[in-house]
T-cell receptor, first 113, second 110 residues
């Protein structure tokens, strides 16, 4: 089955730790995205990548980092600099270009303990 | 800066009703508009994609329209069912990524 896989589904982080969220797609899509969802705030863009080895900051990139070494993978690291990391994180992909349909994974819920 | 607004924030209807969800955006320079469905604790499921050159798209009981000049889109759900209960999100592609509204949470009672 083609799709986007996010792991883990639930993640707990202690104060001061870095954690990495995985996003893998087998749709042969060029573009990949990371969004954060908080109650009552909708989805906000963290980072996006239009092609391998290239990525751009979104609206709320501070405290996050990404890499795009392979077309299929776009991992997101939540660093200790992120002041309020507890949220639902969603990864998406699209073929690329500006008029293509985006598809989403099932999300990772990160909680700081 | 592009902003997307969805009204109402929540809607409750009895089963069988036809209903309309509204989405508005501030900048008409969009490439496309997409409607999504989200169940609690889950990811987003794409429902309909309308390209900027199109006026509407249909899928089963769903029909979405787009009026770029007025910055509006509507999602029409015919003969609603309890299984339609979810949050519906509207997003526009303006620039290099989707910009989302906050969603409309729909509850359909049997």
């Amino acid at each position: 089955d083609g799709g986007i896989t996010q792991s883990p589904k639930y993640l707990f982080r202690k104060e001061g730790q870095n954690v990495t969220l995985s996003c893998e797609q087998n749709l042969n899509h060029d573009a990949m995205y990371w969004y954060r969802q908080d109650p009552g705030q909708g989805l906000r863009l963290i980072y996006y990548s239009q092609i391998v080895n290239d990525f751009q900051k979104g609206d709320i990139a501070e405290g996050y980092s990404v890499s795009r070494e392979k077309k299929e993978s776009f991992p997101l690291t939540v660093t200790s600099a992120q002041k309020n990391p507890t949220a639902f994180y969603l990864c998406a992909s699209s073929i690329g270009g500006l008029d293509t349909e985006a598809f989403f994974g099932q999300g990772t819920r990160l909680t700081v303990v | 800066k592009q902003e997307v607004t969805q009204i109402p924030a929540a809607l409750s209807v009895p089963e069988g009703e036809n209903l309309v969800l509204n989405c508005s955006f501030t900048d008409s320079a969009i490439y496309n508009l997409q409607w999504f469905r989200q169940d609690p604790g889950k990811g987003l499921t794409s429902l309909l994609l309308i390209q900027s050159s199109q006026r509407e798209q249909t899928s089963g009981r769903l029909n979405a329209s787009l009026d770029k000049s007025s910055g509006r889109s509507t999602l029409y759900i015919a003969a609603s069912q309890p299984g339609d209960s979810a949050t519906y999100l509207c997003a526009v592609m303006a620039g290099t990524a989707l910009i989302f509204g906050k969603g409309t949470t729909l509850s359909v009672s049997s």
